[in-house]
């Protein structure tokens, strides 16, 4: 089955600077892969997705990249502001298969003002 | 109100006691999910369903059952709590594989 790898486990990055995390898999026919942001208190909140006919793309301050060759792809966060401060997930699923997602371990992301 | 709603939002409990945990979706998503959430972990897949008929053990099922009362109602249960089994618990609905999840609130559950 598909397994997720997500680094840093730990972000911590001053307010204005940018925070990348990023996430390894490992079934070459996923081809979906959403990112979701879990606040204090709440649950997961889907941020941003990719697919894989895709390699970029932005959302404002935010934006995902993919490399399908290496298997990785990346969240990217610029102008960072507090209320980026949060528990970060990457995902992934090969739709074809009709399955579940997969999830990766979360990045605790910090903003110091 | 909330697309996916979790009762109770928190609950404390004794262990050897039976507890039910209800999630019920206004999404109208035939998949449902039941994740579990430890400090410092990932999520972890307990029970899925992709539709009424169907139900699926995820990595951590054991300890746990699951009822799918209808297409929007999907029930976790702790037949005999056990104080390893505090945890944040959160269920997830989705329309098609390739659709992201929408989540519930959570309900954090102690086992004392």
């Known amino acids: 089955g598909e397994n997720v790898e997500q680094h840093p486990s730990t972000l911590s990055v001053q307010e204005g600077d940018s925070a990348v995390i990023k996430c390894t898999y490992s079934d070459s026919a996923s081809n979906y892969f959403p990112w979701y942001k879990q606040e204090l208190g709440k649950g997961p909140q889907l941020i941003i997705d990719i697919r894989s006919n895709v390699g970029e793309k932005k959302d404002q301050r935010i934006a995902v990249t993919l490399n399908k060759t290496a298997k990785h792809f990346s969240l990217h966060i610029t102008e960072t502001q507090p209320e980026d401060s949060a528990v970060y997930f990457c995902a992934a699923i090969a739709t074809a298969a009709g399955n579940k997602l997969t999830f990766g371990g979360g990045t605790r992301v910090l903003v110091k003002p | 109100d909330a697309d996916v709603t979790q009762t109770p939002r928190n609950r404390i409990t004794k262990t050897g006691k039976r507890i039910m945990l209800e999630c019920s979706q206004t999404?109208?998503?035939?998949?449902m999910y039941w994740y579990r959430q430890d400090p410092g972990l990932g999520l972890r897949l307990i029970y899925y369903?992709?539709?009424?008929?169907?139900?699926n053990k995820g990595e951590i099922s054991d300890g746990y059952s699951v009822s799918r009362q209808a297409q929007a109602k999907f029930s976790l249960s702790l037949e005999s709590a056990i104080p390893n089994q505090t945890a944040l618990y959160f269920c997830a609905t989705s329309d098609l594989p390739g659709d992201g999840y929408t989540f519930g609130s959570g309900t954090r559950l102690t086992v004392v």
């Open positions: 369903s992709f539709d009424v008929k169907d139900i």
């Open positions: 999404k109208g998503h035939d998949r």
